[in-house]
């Protein structure tokens, strides 16, 4: 399974993105689609993730800024970011997760760039 992530880019701080994740076929394969991010010398963390049923969760970080969204008529995924701020500053990694009968299975997309400066 290839996601295919896009919308990354350099804004300056308060400035917004729109990040999209491109699935191969229908979002509701997956239990769950998200966005995870890492910054250099950091762990990759949870930024917000939307379940089949519809059910959203944001990062502490990220609330009342970040909104996780789908459109499933185009297999898409989608991170809106207003206000952004420097230590928002990683690479966006999309991801899809099925449940399997011994854990789950994760599948990633390629990553995207996302640089707060002035």
């Known amino acids: 399974v290839q996601l295919q992530a896009s919308g990354g880019g350099l804004v300056q701080p308060g400035g917004s993105l729109r990040l999209s994740c491109a699935a191969p076929g229908s979002i509701f394969s997956f239990n769950g689609m998200g966005w995870y991010r890492q910054a250099p010398g950091k762990q990759r963390e949870l930024v917000a993730r939307i379940f089949s049923g519809g059910i959203t969760n944001h990062a502490d970080s990220v609330k009342g800024r970040f909104t996780i969204s789908r459109d499933s008529a185009k297999n898409s995924v989608y991170l809106q970011m207003n206000s952004l701020k420097p230590e928002d500053t990683a690479v966006y990694y999309c991801?899809?997760?099925?449940?399997?009968?011994?854990?789950?299975?994760?599948?990633w997309g390629q990553g995207t760039q996302v640089t707060v400066s002035s």
């Open positions: 991801n899809a997760y099925v449940r399997t009968t011994t854990g789950r299975t994760d599948y």
